[in-house]
């Protein structure tokens, strides 16, 4: 009898199928990476349009903010997720490494007062393509050589999905809500954020730092792994910390001469332009096509941050831990009761 072979015994054979399961991997990882930047993206809004509403003095700003979140905010998402799965795991855990060196140089020249938490803010808005490359690339190292790659990415997606949907629909509430239920006092979240808003930058603090902590260890493993002897590895590693010193410094001193969306457009075209002359060197060809997308991407994302960086500039933003009154405040003062002759 005429027997046709199982579907199984000779998909794996193509090498086309190969080359499709990589390339859906690796739009699961840009995926996931988009999806963390929209987390913090959305708690980021959340912090400053609390801060905006609290203080009726940037009543514009916040009208500012609230036109700009009604619009294009998936669009943005799908962009990055098409960035972050063309710029290749190489080119990405380079720029991991750049921005974590310059974030590390950032945050031990700063002190603690209202400038340096301006600055820090600053930092978070100018983090997120190279954040959405350290998740990448924390995915790509940690799945390597896993036995069902596909399977966990997905399952990583959709924690992801609930996550970055649980952040946008906190957004959402509080553009549309929060200053009637501030001002009503019948909203556990409204008034959460109310009473702790000011320690949200605190806690981004941290979560990136593990971020970029796992996104560095990655990194480095990635880039090694095209190297066969130390020498090999020597050769790369020298020029790429001289570029990188070169670039922190040069960044840090346009930063104060420029410090609107003008000195962040050149710091991108500066950073990128280096990466671009050290891998004509010591990389390969398909580097150069992910120098272009990390480039399409950066400003992609400095687009989309554009309203609260401005707002980092205009004025010493960062909202103060809000007092708590005490029962005598707040009970309303009742008129002196005349006093009765004394009996004679």
């Known amino acids: 009898m005429f027997h046709l072979p199982s579907l199984p015994s000779w998909l794996p054979g193509l090498s086309s199928l190969e080359w499709g399961s990589s390339l859906l991997d690796s739009l699961l990882q840009g995926l996931v990476g ?14 400053f349009f609390v801060g905006c509403a609290n203080d009726p003095q940037r009543r514009s700003q916040k009208e500012r ?17 098409l960035f972050l799965t063309i710029v290749g795991a190489r080119v990405a855990a380079l720029v991991v490494l750049e921005f974590s060196l ?12 209202s400038q340096d938490t301006t600055e820090r803010l600053q930092l978070y808005l100018l983090c997120q393509y190279s954040l959405g490359c350290g998740l990448a690339c924390g995915l790509s190292f940690l799945q390597e050589g896993a036995p069902h790659r596909t399977l966990n990415l997905l399952l990583s997606l959709g924690l992801a999905t609930l996550l970055g949907w649980g952040a946008w629909r906190l957004q959402r509430h509080v553009c549309r809500l929060y200053e009637l239920h501030s ?10 954020l109310l ?17 970029f902590a796992v996104g560095d260890l990655a990194a480095v493993a ?4 095209d190297f066969l002897t130390t020498s090999e590895a020597v050769r790369f590693w020298t020029p790429l910390t001289i570029c990188y010193t070169l670039l922190v410094i040069y960044m840090q001193e346009e930063q104060r001469q420029h ?15 280096g990466l671009f002359l050290l891998l004509l060197t010591v990389g390969r060809w398909l580097d150069l096509l992910g120098i272009l997308a990390s480039l399409l991407g950066e400003l992609w994302c ?6 609260l960086l401005d707002l980092c500039q205009i004025q010493d933003f960062p909202s103060q831990r809000p007092s708590v009154s005490t029962p005598s405040q707040a009970l309303p003062s009742t008129p002196a009761q005349p006093q009765k002759p004394a009996p004679s």
């Open 102 to 113: 310059r974030a590390v140089s950032t945050l031990l020249s700063l002190g603690k007062g």
């Open 65 to 81: 903010l609230q036109a700009q979140w009604t619009s294009m905010e998936m669009v943005h998402l799908a962009g990055l997720t």
């Open 259 to 273: 410090p609107g969306m003008q000195g962040q457009v050149q710091t991108v075209l500066v950073r990128m332009a």
């Open 222 to 225: 990635l880039i090694n792994q």
């Open 34 to 47: 988009a999806l963390g930047v929209l987390v913090l993206n959305s708690l980021l809004k959340v912090y």
């Open 302 to 307: 400095l687009v989309g941050t554009r309203a």
């Open 183 to 192: 001002s009503q006092q019948y909203c556990g979240v409204c008034l959460g």
């Open 195 to 211: 009473a702790n808003a000011y320690g949200l930058p605190g806690l981004l603090g941290r979560a990136l730092a593990v971020a």
